[in-house]
């Protein structure tokens, strides 16, 4: 294999789409396919709805979502408050690579402020983080989470 060619692997392109369930069942299917590679189980109320796909069009990972009004936090608040709720999945042969995980966590974090100017409402972000390092890495003033709750070297993290 020529330099170029192991140089040009390594690198691959990646993008981070936005995809439509029904029109995009292909996308879809893979990313329930990492998801359960990696033994995450998304609730039932998230579905894949950001994908990162590398420059031969294949999945290499997702975002399940969900958004929703948190009734407890509105009634403190006096006001609507959404949780946008996320899991990120990376295929086992691409975790490590290319940062695709926090790319995927920042395009939601993205999609969270779309949301919530779309609605015209406040939200917290909340998710479930089953790597150490990762949950470490968001908790670092960069990212700004913050620990809701642990289950041994799980945790479910909150940003407002």
């Not at 359960?36 to 420059?55: E, F, H, M, Q, Y």
């Not at 989470?145 to 909150?158: A, C, I, K």
């Amino acid at each position: 294999m020529k330099l170029s060619s192991i140089c040009r692997a390594i690198n691959e392109g990646l993008d981070i789409l936005h995809i439509d369930q029904e029109d995009n069942w292909e996308k879809v299917e893979r990313a329930y396919n990492i998801a359960n590679k990696v033994g995450i189980r998304p609730n039932r109320n998230k579905s894949p709805t950001l994908v990162a796909v590398n420059d031969h069009n294949k999945v290499v990972g997702a975002v399940f979502t969900s958004w929703e009004e948190d009734r407890d936090a509105s009634e403190t608040a006096g006001q609507p408050i959404a949780v946008w709720d996320f899991d990120v999945v990376v295929d086992p042969d691409w975790q490590g690579r290319e940062m695709i995980g926090i790319k995927l966590i920042k395009a939601a974090e993205k999609e969270r402020d779309n949301l919530e100017a779309m609605y015209d409402m406040k939200a917290y972000t909340r998710l479930w983080v089953v790597n150490p390092k990762l949950s470490r890495v968001l908790q670092s003033p960069r990212y700004g989470y913050e620990v809701e709750s642990e289950h041994g070297d799980s945790v479910h993290l909150t940003k407002m």
